[in-house]
């Protein structure tokens, strides 16, 4: 060890015996050879970095776990010398020409927290910290040791560099040097100079764990070596690192202040769905609703059930919550699965009411409104950073949003300029940004649900749908779906809705004390992480409210329809010859319908969009069945979705589907019926 270094040399002994500790927890050649293993792949692969898991270090020593916690930078000092005597027992010239380090993975307790909880307590610890990417700084190279020729003596000078950042030295003096003592000039040998990656990123609380009305924390991160350029802007992460301080220099002076970052030494990529905690109870309730032949309609009718009517407006909801199925053609094109709908029409008519409860509905969604939103603030920005002065990329809403939805309320209040700059997303799946000496092009495979008021402020039904929208076609033809939601004068439709709102007012959650006030943000206050022990519990099928829904129109419940569309989106049905010819049938048939000669007024243009919208509706119908494969069914039920959103009614039924439908037919194969036993095993096997 070097003479810099953190750890006393007066204790050599004990860190000698730190050592002897962890090459024990580490060579477990008499056990399940799992490290013996591991430093075998990293051999053959060239990895520099041995990830270590704490919950085994916890089973073999409760002490060295708890100091690798709380005492981590003279712990892991010995940690990574005893990994490097064990990889050069297998293999002496790997160390040498590699520098061994050491990550961790596993559980970590209270330090598994968010870039909110952060306190000043947890300096120096190992942390656990999960967030979204925000932004990214370029892979720059960092010198370690420079290497320095005088041609005066002919000697050759080594200075090596270190800085706050390194946990396991003092900082050095990073002055250049251009002479040596003797004023003799130096010239620097480049080729025998060494550097490693080097890369600063922002991680942001994750959305859905952040408080309601408060702005989200981020934290800054370092991540070198073998790390850098793992992570893009909208990736959910999980990092393990040292949590320490940097002063904040002003004029030369420290101001008392200090700036907190994350020392990385293990990056993890989460998925972009939320976990669920799945009971076996959970999995047999949604194999039996699944069997049912009006299951889709059950499940739209649960979302927001305290919103009356909108029937299928929450049915088109459902088929954007599940989506479609996405395919990569052989030559490199994208085919979306991605499902975008449009509301539009008077003011309180719920538009708004429906957005929030997707947001509380779908496994990632991102809230966003027109007039507080530009074109870059939804796709992505190039700032500059304050300390380094470089460019770097930041996500957007729709970024962020990836494999997710983004609800956008008052839509017509943004400006075309603005609005153009989503055409890419919703179409292509992506944003390409080509601007400041940056070319890049960032996911953002999301869904639109937008919300928007008519031109006029009020719908004008004097004149056409399309004037009364004023959007341009080529925006419209990326919206599956428009819907005119109007306000009519209908004195058993307004009866009808007044009851059903006099009874959310009559109706009060049990326990909730008279003059309590729920605390802002109360159901996303806490991340799921924080329970570490905490056991799967089973959620209620249907609600149990009915004193504000009507018995004969049962409705489940909102934790149950997220874990009935999270195992749904799993599926992967494939088009039947029967549904094909269908809907390529009513295809051309809706394409040949003439405004001029009949008295429709499309709300929409048909384009050949609306071919692939079919698809993508009858694809997430078939979802909501668990069904393999897309049935006529599936077609016929997506093209009246997508006839009454065109035309503001519904088509005329055809007679097969009208006769199974009276007779009872079960229109599913056995094959299908077993499809679900197959998921939730699978699922279940996973959780």
């Not at 968010?114 to 190279?141: D, H, M, Q």
């Amino acid at each position: 060890m070097d003479g810099n270094f953190m750890v006393d040399r007066t204790n050599e002994a004990r860190n000698r015996e730190l050592v002897q500790q962890y090459l024990n927890i580490l060579d477990d050649s008499a056990e399940g050879k799992i490290y013996v293993q591991k430093v075998e792949d990293m051999i053959s692969t060239g990895t520099p970095r041995l990830i270590v898991n704490l919950n085994d270090v916890r089973k073999k020593s409760a002490e060295r776990a708890t100091g690798l916690i709380h005492n981590f930078v003279e712990e892991i000092v010995c940690l990574e010398q005893a990994a490097k005597e064990m990889i050069q027992r297998a293999s002496p010239d790997f160390v040498k020409t590699h520098e061994v380090q050491v990550g961790f993975e596993g559980s970590f307790g209270d330090r598994h927290v968010n870039p909110r909880s952060l306190k000043a307590n947890f300096l120096g610890n190992l942390v656990c910290c999960e967030g979204i990417v925000t932004k990214c700084s370029a892979v720059r190279p960092k010198v370690v040791k420079s290497v320095h020729y005088c041609p005066a003596t002919k000697k050759t000078l080594e200075k090596r560099y270190t800085d706050l950042t390194s946990y396991e030295s003092f900082p050095s003096s990073n002055v250049y040097p251009t002479e040596d003592e003797n004023k003799n000039p130096l010239e620097t040998e480049f080729g025998l100079s060494t550097y490693k990656d080097h890369q600063s990123f922002s991680v942001q609380e994750l959305p859905e764990c952040a408080p309601a009305g408060q702005l989200p924390r981020s934290i800054d991160v370092i991540a070198d070596n073998d790390l850098a350029d793992l992570v893009n802007p909208g990736d959910r992460v999980r990092i393990i690192g040292l949590y320490r301080v940097l002063p904040n220099k002003q004029n030369g002076y420290s101001n008392g202040s200090f700036r907190s970052i994350v020392i990385s030494n293990n990056i993890q990529l989460l998925s972009k769905e939320s976990t669920l905690d799945f009971d076996p109870e959970d999995v047999r309730n949604i194999r039996k609703l699944s069997r049912k032949k009006d299951v889709f309609e059950l499940i739209a009718r649960s979302l927001a059930p305290s919103i009356c009517g909108h029937d299928e407006v929450k049915k088109a909801i459902l088929c954007l919550l599940l989506g479609g199925c996405e395919k990569i053609l052989d030559n490199g094109s994208r085919l979306r699965g991605d499902i975008n709908v449009l509301l539009i029409g008077d003011p309180s008519v719920a538009k708004s009411q429906l957005l929030r409860y997707v947001l509380q509905t779908a496994p990632r969604a991102i809230a966003t409104t027109g007039r507080g939103s530009s074109g870059v603030g939804l796709t992505a920005a190039v700032t500059t950073d304050t300390d380094t002065g470089e460019r770097r990329l930041e996500a957007g809403a729709m970024v962020l949003a990836d494999r997710g939805v983004v609800c956008i309320d008052e839509f017509d209040k943004m400006s075309d300029i603005d609005r153009t700059a989503i055409h890419e997303v919703m179409e292509q799946g992506r944003v390409t940004i080509a601007k400041a000496g940056i070319h890049a092009k960032l996911n953002a495979r999301c869904s639109v649900l937008a919300a928007a008021n008519p031109v006029y402020g009020r719908y004008d039904p004097f004149k056409t749908p399309m004037d009364n929208i004023n959007m341009q076609d080529s925006l419209l033809s990326r919206f599956d779906l428009i819907f005119v939601l109007l306000d009519e004068h209908d004195p058993d439709r307004d009866s009808k809705v007044a009851s059903h709102v006099l009874k959310l007012h009559c109706y009060r959650a049990p326990g909730e004390e008279d003059g309590t006030v729920l605390p802002m943000g109360a159901a996303v206050e806490t991340m799921s992480t924080f329970d570490l022990n905490g056991t799967e519990k089973s959620s209620e099928m249907y609600e149990k409210n009915s004193d504000w829904v009507d018995d004969s129109q049962k409705v489940l419940s909102v934790e149950f329809v997220r874990k009935y569309i999270h195992l749904a989106r799993s599926m992967k049905p494939k088009l039947t010859e029967g549904a094909t010819e269908y809907i390529s049938e009513v295809y051309s048939e809706i394409r040949s319908f003439d405004t001029s000669k009949t008295d429709r007024e499309r709300t929409m243009p048909i384009t050949a969009r609306q071919l692939e919208t079919l698809i993508r509706l009858a694809t997430s119908i078939a979802k909501a069945r668990f069904s393999k494969t897309v049935d006529k069914i599936d077609a016929e039920k997506a093209y009246n979705l997508l006839h009454f959103a065109c035309f503001k009614e519904k088509p005329k039924a055809r007679l097969d589907y009208e006769n199974a439908k009276k007779k009872g037919v079960d229109y599913r194969s056995d094959d299908e019926h077993e499809e679900e036993e197959e998921v939730s095993d699978l699922k279940l096997c996973q959780a």
